[in-house]
């Protein structure tokens, strides 16, 4: 199939193209950009005017519920979610039932979504066996099924001595260790940052040095055993900071952000309102601003949706009893142009931020669109308004807290490997 995308505004952050090209695909991948190459012939021509044609979006957290929570959603329904809101790539995490620790389940899991033929999924393996922080798993067999990385997810890690083998087992294969930093101590119990929110409502809060204190042992870790580390979904000023202090004094780790703290906050939480029931928890505006700031300056390297369908069931009970999560895969792009919008960061550094820079994170040959790469491709409208309702949204999981918002920016074409798998 060869296709023809003309008259679209490319941005191509790698590359460091920001200009009205024409894009030429044949055989899955990028043949050219600019002028047409000699004797090309398309199958196809997508009339690009007025939209932005950028590399296919990168998710680093996209929790897809299978195999094991099917009643929350399905491979089949979010994976759809995924091609309608631009992302071709996407990171599960293992906290899957059973989680993602032996070859059998990684390899059950691509095999699953490759059938599927839409975008691409780059499994997570379990650190621990049955992420339970008693034994490692078989790492090197995890890498060999299709494991991109190692991570506990959300579920604790009490002894800091497996943590510490684990870092120094993965540090000698070279593998990556993905961490969410979050004390399992100073976090028991809890659904609310600290502050006048949780105060007034009278809920279990989790206070900021919960992310500070694990994250100061992480770092100490990291640097003891030189493991490739990335940190999962910062969610406060002091986190931010800390990493920006590590990156300047020449500790190599990289991190990502959920796009719902850089919108949100506690004061989000209104009266009870469990949309806003999230893990990591909404902390104060000046966590928010700290955030957005981080990005802005390279101290965060990416965002990410954070993805984690729940059924209806679960969020229509108290806040404390409430399901931690929400959808995200359709939300990531017009939550990262509100993000470039608000702050004026420019549209190369926003969408690099869900392209260039989790491809580089991932290690993988993707994120831009130079001759040769795979044509992963999203196009979308920059000024398309549309309302986040429940009918609007492809992913089985119909919560999140922008429920009713009207956001900019939706996707018309998302192309992998040179097949168009999604049209508005």
Not at 67 to 94: D, F, I, Q, R, W
Not at 304 to 332: I, R, W
């Amino acid at each position: 199939m060869k296709i023809h995308v003309k008259n679209g505004r490319l941005i191509d952050p790698k590359q460091n193209i920001d200009t009205v090209q024409d894009v030429y695909i044949a055989a899955g991948k990028i043949l050219a950009t600019g002028p047409a190459p000699e004797g090309f012939t398309p199958n196809r021509v997508i009339n690009a005017k007025g939209l932005i044609v950028c590399p296919g979006l990168i998710d680093l957290a996209a929790r897809l519920r299978e195999p094991g929570y099917e009643y929350m959603a399905t491979l089949e329904s979010e994976m759809l979610a995924a091609v309608a809101g631009g992302v071709t790539s996407l990171v599960c995490p293992p906290d899957t039932d059973p989680p993602l620790d032996e070859p059998g389940l990684v390899e059950m899991l691509k095999y699953r979504a490759k059938n599927l033929n839409q975008a691409r999924v780059y499994p997570l393996g379990a650190l621990t066996q049955g992420l339970k922080g008693e034994h490692l798993t078989e790492m090197a067999e995890l890498v060999d099924a299709g494991c991109v990385a190692f991570s506990h997810a959300d579920a604790p890690l009490v002894d800091i001595q497996v943590l510490m083998n684990a870092m120094k087992y993965a540090a000698t294969f070279r593998f990556g260790v993905w961490l969410r930093p979050q004390d399992p101590h100073l976090s028991q119990d809890t659904c609310a940052h600290e502050g006048e929110v949780t105060a007034r409502l009278g809920l279990p809060a989790m206070p900021t040095c919960a992310e500070t204190v694990a994250l100061s042992t992480i770092l100490l870790l990291a640097q003891e055993t030189g493991v490739k580390l990335h940190l999962c979904r910062l969610s406060s000023a002091a986190g931010v900071e800390m990493v920006r202090v590590a990156k300047r004094h020449g500790m190599q780790l990289t991190c990502d952000v959920s796009a719902n703290n850089v919108h949100l906050c506690d004061n989000d939480i209104g009266f009870f309102d469990t949309q806003c029931h999230l893990t990591p928890p909404l902390r104060g505006t000046e966590d928010r601003d700290a955030i957005r700031l981080g990005l802005l300056d390279g101290t965060i390297d990416a965002i990410c949706s954070d993805h984690t369908p729940v059924n209806d069931d679960a969020k229509q009970l108290p806040f404390t009893s409430a399901e931690s999560g929400a959808t995200g895969l359709e939300l990531l792009l017009p939550l990262m142009l509100k993000w470039e919008h608000e702050t004026q960061a420019g549209l190369s550094l926003a969408i690099s931020k869900v392209t260039q820079a989790p491809a580089s994170i991932l290690g993988i040959d993707s994120g831009n669109l130079a001759p040769g790469r795979a044509a992963d491709i999203c196009i979308f409208d920059p000024n398309h308004v549309w309302k986040i309702d429940a009918s609007a949204l492809k992913s089985q999981g119909k919560n999140t807290p922008f429920l009713g918002t009207a956001l900019k920016g939706r996707v018309k074409y998302a192309l992998v490997e040179g097949i168009v798998v999604y049209e508005d």
